[in-house]
């Protein structure tokens, strides 16, 4: 597809001899809002790095703007991250760094732009996540939402074209969390951008995602558009839509004969 | 007979993976050296990193080195008395400092005070994703935070260990001089006539170059390869006073022996 | 922390370790009691240097008036040569002595000058002709020995055969006996 920005093909990854993906295929379309479901353990957040170049896969390839992530070597890695940004989970905000700091830090290392200039696009970036009052506090004067928001400051700050999103909703209250819904969406449209969203929020992500893909079991289980998977039949998507607590994942880990283990004594 | 056995593999496994961080470290010291770059084209990064370890860690480094010089002018004068000679009192404290107990004493209260905060703060950038963070903005985290660091450190440990042997030797010179009442023009001079520039003082400083490399390395290694938990930084954290002070002691024996045989 | 108040904060640090290195090289190394005044140097050979080494004080009078240069060997006289910086304040004639002798009794060598009565001052590049060389501990005590083994073989039916003359061997000690010899 000559208009994906990101694909991901026949990809296999796993440590140590286990397999975490077996053969995911994936299409990120430009300018569209694409989310990455899965149950916890389920490796989306793995994904994500493959993407990054963080990690390299065991087998297929990871292709971004049509070049291919792993064979590169470090300049040529460095050179494609500089088309992305990342929300990571917790924010990772500098924290020897002020907020102000934190979205310039980007910027001062890539770019030769004046202090005034820098001045400007870090007060936009910070107003267009409504921070702009926030500029001078500490990260760890921040609430997590907050920290989240700045985060997501210094991920545009250089106007990226993938936008990488590690667990956006994870710990939020219901203001911060659709907050930061609205924010992934009209960022997105206003930049141009195509936004990559791995999450475990049913509800959230629904509302606003173009396309979904859920992952289990190291392959796509399935995938579709909120619409078509809300109806969908298949027992996992149901499970995971509706939130039922035992289906095709089962609530037990795989063990023992329960009876059996009790009467042996637990090994 | 099983006991045995898996000791013995405990004990192998053990050693593997000391040899393998060995390496690990060594790798890590290579990358830091050929990334450095940057921390001197942007020496602002080095500095705020030299006060953060050397400037923080004066007041231990001066108390400490105030109250050492004291302690050997006291006993030095009690063992040189019996040979009539104490006004040598000022060579045994200027020499004993100069040459030993500057660098090393320096060094062991570095990798307490500053070693384990580097630690510290690498392993917490690690656990909360601040080094991906960086990794994944195209900026490399050995250039843009442990290089600098490693510089500071260097920068600032012979510094430190200088001044640890000035006010020692003040130290001394209070207790010798006002206290017990060897001669003050005794003290220095004899001093003087026995402590060489190059020998003595140069050798010094450049053992505390050695100890600065080793320390800080150790405690940006520790931090750079802790688990990203809080008991993997802890740990961490306290294996970096253990290692650096094993290093600095060894190290200071095969550099002493290479220093006396030339 | 502002970002100037760390400049001037590792500024200062700095400074404070160049002086304490600048202290330790002018008031406890001795790189300024060498560089002190411009000196000439001579040179005198000795026999055996025992433990002088490079820097040691040369003496005269018990006052500093320089220091020992190099040391090193001739291979014809099978001599060490050693160079003597020496003030250029004080003057010494052709015919001055060198000796090397040793502070207290286990402390370290040093060179003593002893004028002599010609009226020709040394210049740069001259030779000190007479010299004495070290004390060496080894030879003193081997040489102590030797005297006591060949007092011994020379009396020895005198002290097999009697008893009684071992409080005359008492009354004469050793050390009487080396400054007889």
Known sequence: ???????????????????????????????????????????????????????????????????????????????????????????????????????????????????SMIRDLVLMKLNAVGLRGAHALMPTELSGGMARRVSLARAIALDPSIIMYDEPFAGLDP??????????????????????????????????????YFVANGVVAAEGTPDDLRQSSLPFVHQFVYGEKDGPVPFHYAAPDYQHSLLRGAR | MHKIKRMLSRLGAGFVNKVWRLGAGARLFWLTLISSGESF????????????????????????????????????????????????????????????????????????????????????????????????????????????????????????????????????????????????????????????????????????????????????????DAPPTAEGVSRATTRTVVTSSLAVLGLDFILTSFMISV | ?????????????????????????????????????????????????????PRAPVKSAGVVVGRVGEISFDPKTYEAVVSLNIDKRYGFPQDTFANIYTAGLLGEQYIGLEAGGDEQPLKNGDKITQTQDAVVLEKLISQFLYSKATESDDQPEKKSASTETDADSLDASPLDKISHK
């Open chain 1, 1 to 115: 597809m000559a208009n994906a920005i990101v694909e991901i093909k026949d990809l296999s990854f796993g440590y140590k001899g286990r397999l975490l993906h077996q053969g995911i295929n994936m299409t990120f379309p430009r300018g569209k809002v694409v989310a990455i479901m899965g149950g916890s353990g389920s490796g989306k957040t793995t994904l994500l790095r493959l993407i990054g170049g963080q990690l390299k896969p065991s087998k297929g390839s990871v292709l971004v703007d049509g070049e291919v992530v792993h064979t590169q070597n470090r300049d040529g890695i460095y050179r494609l991250r500089r088309k992305m940004g990342m929300l990571f989970q917790q924010g990772a905000l500098f924290t020897d760094l002020s907020v102000y700091e934190n979205v310039a830090f980007p910027m001062r290392e890539h770019t030769d732009l004046t202090e």
């Open chain 2, 41 to 224: 084209r942007r020496f602002r990064l080095t500095v705020r990193e030299v006060y953060f370890t050397g400037v923080m860690s004066l007041i231990i480094i001066l108390v400490s080195a105030f109250f050492v010089g004291m302690v050997l002018a006291l006993q030095g004068y009690q063992t040189l008395q019996k040979y009539g000679s104490s006004e040598a009192i000022g060579v045994l404290v200027a020499l004993a400092l100069v040459r030993e107990l500057g660098p090393v004493v320096t060094a062991l209260l570095f990798a307490g005070r500053a070693g384990t905060a580097i630690t510290a703060e690498i392993g917490l950038m690690k656990a909360t994703e601040q080094l991906s963070a960086m990794e994944m903005m195209a900026v490399s985290p050995i250039a843009r935070v442990i290089a600098p660091r490693f510089w500071a450190g260097v920068i600032a440990m012979p510094i430190l260990a200088t001044l640890f042997s000035m006010v020692g030797i003040l130290g001394g010179y209070l207790v010798a001089v006002p206290l017990i009442g060897v001669d003050a023009g005794a003290f220095w001079s004899q001093m003087q006539a026995n402590v060489d520039w190059r020998h003595d003082i140069l050798n010094g400083v450049f053992k505390s170059v050695v100890f600065g490399v080793a320390c800080t390395m150790i405690a940006l290694f520790e931090g750079y």
């Open chain 1, 175 to 212: 203001i911060s969390m659709a907050v930061i819904c609205d924010l992934i969406r009209s960022l997105n449209d206003a930049l141009g951008a195509t936004s990559i969203i791995v999450t475990h929020d049913v509800e959230e992500t629904f509302q606003f995602a173009d396309y979904i």
């Open chain 3, 1 to 53: 922390m502002d970002r100037t108040t760390i400049d001037l904060w590792v500024g200062i640090f700095v400074a404070l370790g160049l002086a304490a290195l600048l202290g330790l090289a002018m008031k406890v190394g001795n790189l300024t009691t060498s560089s002190i005044g411009e000196t000439y140097y001579v040179t005198a050979n000795f026999e055996n240097i025992g433990g002088l080494k």
